[in-house]
């Protein structure tokens, strides 16, 4: 299957706004899009009667009484109502995905962690089986906190479908290309782009280029928006204009197909005879969208000093306290260094925030040994860390010309919650057990001498 050849059967609108093909530009915009002429009602949300026999319906991503600069929802006008792709569900084990609270009681998430790739399995995994939850912070149950995950995908979602009721899902691949065949259109992912999927919205998600791995953040807790950038003004970090959101696309089969719910932590599935990708128009704000990380412009200092690393920040979760989020994503890019006098690599801290980094390509500049493409890293709140000795004394001791930070990417998923192991992380993922050692040769520099360096 080609870049942009879509699934048999598949009917996407040929009108498109922007330069890229099958996609609107924004973010948080409030969209319309029909597939089929004259779909989309106009004027009204719910006539009397839809074009073609189509069946009105809201999907609300808040509540109906959420402020207007807040409220999220799309009016779909879909083959079916929704109550035609639900039946008698029953209970089903993904015993590998894992939803807080989670505190294995053999586990301990007290420590400073670093693992290698999670290696390919031999097994046929799709997007559900494929799922391995490496943290869980929070309680789903009160909607605060989030769960981390690899995916290990080879195979493609056949006649089968999948929502979350707990969760909105931030997908950053690191290795393949996958698509997410969803009720509002198609999304095609590939390394060095994310994409976001609203809680409550149904998809099936195929290979396009396999094996895949990638990293996925699953928000419990308000939805992710862009950041505030204060005195930085209206442009740089990451563009409203770069985010993809796609244009209406649907399917009109009968086949037996399956539909599995992700709901309070538990799975469940039910038989339903027919494509549940039936809406054929669309308009609203509540949706999928997808965001090329390549487009994001950092900012940084250009005199002297290291910048908190808030400034890197993607897109952020509020949480009830402000200023403090439920979840921050962050990316750490190729960059340009040119601070004077200056310790440029992140410095030694301790956090009240929780800090789960990935690598999705390249050297990260704190830790040149060790944490490769691929690899994931945990610093839990208020746990020390930072640079090893050799990223210490390189720079230390370098000479400081503007320095060009080159063929990099990483990010971290960051949260004001402790984040708690799995077993799956703390036993079956590839533990590096020396990486408490990275710092032990770190050395006393201190002698009393007045005015030494």
């Known amino acids: ?53 189509l069946y009105g319906e809201q999907l609300s991503g808040t509540a109906f009484t959420a402020p207007s600069h807040q409220n999220e929802r799309t009016w779909c006008y879909r083959i079916r109502p929704s109550v035609k792709h639900s039946s008698r569900y029953r209970k089903i084990a993904l015993p590998y995905w ?23 399995s031999e097994d046929r995994l799709t997007w559900l089986t494929g ?26 979602m056949v006649d089968e479908y999948f929502y979350s009721a707990d969760s909105e899902l931030l997908v950053v691949p690191q290795e393949g290309r996958l698509r997410f065949c969803t009720e509002l259109g198609v999304i095609d992912l590939e390394p060095q782009e994310i994409v976001i999927l609203p809680r409550g919205l149904v998809y099936r998600v195929e290979v396009l280029e396999g094996p895949c791995r990638g990293f996925v953040c699953e928000n419990y807790g308000q939805k992710f928006a862009l950041p505030g950038r204060g005195p930085i003004g209206a442009n740089c970090m ?5 985010f993809k959101t796609p244009v209406a696309a649907y399917e009109d089969r009968e086949t037996p197909s399956r539909m599995t719910i992700k709901w309070c932590g538990q799975f469940h599935e039910c038989e339903i005879g027919h494509s549940p990708l039936d809406v054929v128009a669309w308009h609203g704000n509540y949706c999928p969208v997808k965001y090329d990380l390549k487009t994001y412009c950092p900012v940084g200092a250009i005199l002297f000093d290291h910048p908190d690393p808030s400034i890197f920040t993607v ?5 009830g306290v402000e200023g403090t989020a439920n979840i921050d994503f962050v990316l750490f890019r190729e960059r340009w260094m040119v601070a004077e ?16 980094m990935g690598n999705i390509y390249g050297q990260y ?89």
Not at 99 to 120: C, E, F, K, M, N
Not at 133 to 144: F, K, L
Not at 384 to 398: I, K, L, M, V, W
Request: net charge negative; proline share 9%.
């Open 1 to 53: 299957m080609t870049k942009h050849e879509l699934p048999k059967g598949m009917i996407r609108a040929t009108d498109t706004t922007g330069t890229h093909e099958g996609y609107m530009p924004g973010f948080g915009n409030d969209f319309e899009t029909e597939a089929l002429p004259g779909a989309l009602p106009q004027g009204m949300n719910s006539p009397q009667k839809c074009n073609y026999g």
């Open 98 to 120: 894992k939803t807080a609270p989670h505190v294995d009681p053999d586990v301990i998430s007290l420590g400073q962690y670093r693992w290698d790739p999670v290696p390919h």
């Open 131 to 156: 799922m391995r939850t490496m943290t869980t912070a929070g309680d789903v149950n009160t909607q605060v906190g989030m769960a981390s995950h690899i995916y290990l995908v080879t195979d493609s």
């Open 238 to 242: 990451a563009n409203r204009r770069d």
């Open 315 to 319: 897109l952020t979760a509020p949480s």
């Open 341 to 356: 006098d200056t310790f440029r690599p992140p410095w030694y801290h301790k956090n009240v925030m929780s800090e789960l």
């Open 365 to 453: 500049d704190a830790k040149p040994q060790g944490f490769v493409p691929g690899g994931m890293s945990l610093h839990n709140m208020m746990l020390p860390h930072g640079p090893d000795r050799e990223a210490f004394e390189g720079a230390s001791n370098a000479e400081l010309k503007p320095h060009k930070l080159d063929n990099t990417m990483s990010f971290m998923f960051e949260t004001r919650f402790p984040q708690h192991l799995t077993a799956f992380a703390a036993t079956e993922a590839p533990l590096q057990d020396n990486y408490i050692d990275c710092w032990d040769s770190l050395e006393k520099k201190f002698d009393g001498t007045p005015g030494r360096k």
